[in-house]
């Protein structure tokens, strides 16, 4: 094939740009392929139902104005969602201007549910099934009384089953689920050691069982997903998961990061310090977790008495700011997030994590992070699972 052919040949933009390039060849930042015109129509399909999703109903002149959208392609777009039962028309806007009044369109906001799961919580798993603005409508949970590996996974099907029951025959637009451990972009739980599951292909696995749409996640991933979608996070944060363990989920550019080998955020095994420590489950001494997980401070808290439980809760903090301030650095974040037990957590132990995080970085650039707990409480992994479902299913967050 000749130079010029490569030229012409439309599947072949990347080839033609690397022969008129004069520097040598350096590696992309980003993968370039090309858009085609089904991934063009997906992506504007989003932009329709985002627009109608974060604004309420509107016209379609409203939503041509706000996406940039033609009209025609608009009423194009609008026509199939409407064919797809996503949309629906709720009548004639009362308008102030002479002419033909705007027809006001929405999502179909209670024509499906979603269902969320949280299996992060070491007592027992939590589900609920949520409509799509978030909301819980019915909740439900199993114990897990220690179970591990096949028959933590029967425990997942049973919940899943009840949930199914409560959403009765309101269609479910998908399942998602926010676990612990490593979890790839496939829904493979690779790790969850708590749960004693190796490799185990849970998304597949409940697709299968259960015929709906599933993601499976990390749960502070999902967490971080709940605080930017209904918790106002930044779109630069990280969110800190306290409980039975220590993890933490990253929003860059509003994306989230899940790292070359989907661990990304796992911080609690980083070990805090030169100065030793307790031995951790996973052998090393000092790491995050042996100074922040809940079962580790209540210890340490049970151990003392008056003034000393608010310095076993600086010292936790102080820990906690000594492994967040490279990170806070190197990615210039906004904000941090925590979130677990506020009765602990807010206090003398975020005041200082905050001070710590200050004192190592550089206060010109972040000198006004914002450290804060989240507003979501419990339900926070749920309604991340919620977020997975709507972003993955509509393109909307
Ligand atoms: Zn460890």
Known sequence: MSASEVQRSPSRPDVASTSARSFAPTR????KAKLLPEHARGHNRSLVLQTLYRSGPCSRA??????GLTRVTVSDLVAELIGDGLLEELGQREESRPGKPATLLDLRRDAFVILGLDLSEHSGFSGAVLDLDGHLLAREEVALDGSTGDAALDRVITLVGRLVEHAGPTPILGLGVGSPGVVDLGGVVLTAPN???????????????????????????????????????????????????????????GRPMYGSRFAAGEIGHVVVGTDGGEVCACGKRGCLETWLSIPRLERALAAVQGDERDRVLEQAGERLGIALAPVVGALD???????????????????????????????????????????????????????????GQLGVS
């Not at 992309?28 to 993968?31: C, W």
């Not at 069982?209 to 996640?217: E, H, I, N, Q, Y």
């Not at 990280?238 to 220590?246: N, P, Q, R, S, T």
């Not at 409480?377 to 919620?386: E, K, N, S, T």
């Open 62 to 67: 409203d939503i041509a104005r706000t996406t």
């Open 333 to 391: 974040l906004g904000e941090v997030i925590l979130a677990g037990p506020t009765g602990l957590l807010d206090g003398p132990l975020a005041a200082a994590a905050l001070e710590t995080i200050r004192s190592r970085t550089m206060s010109e650039f972040h000198g006004d992070l914002s450290l804060r707990m989240s507003t979501l409480g419990q339900d926070i992994v749920l309604r991340g699972a919620a977020v997975m479902v709507l972003s």
């Open 195 to 253: 749960l004693g599951w190796e490799g185990l292909p849970l998304q597949e696995t409940l697709h299968e069982r259960f015929g709906v749409p599933v993601v499976v996640a990390n749960d502070a991933n999902a967490a971080i997903l709940a605080e930017h979608g209904f918790g106002g996070a930044a779109a630069d944060a990280m969110l800190i998961k306290i409980g039975h363990g220590v993890g933490a989920g990253l929003l860059l550019d």
């Open 28 to 31: 992309a930042l980003r993968p």
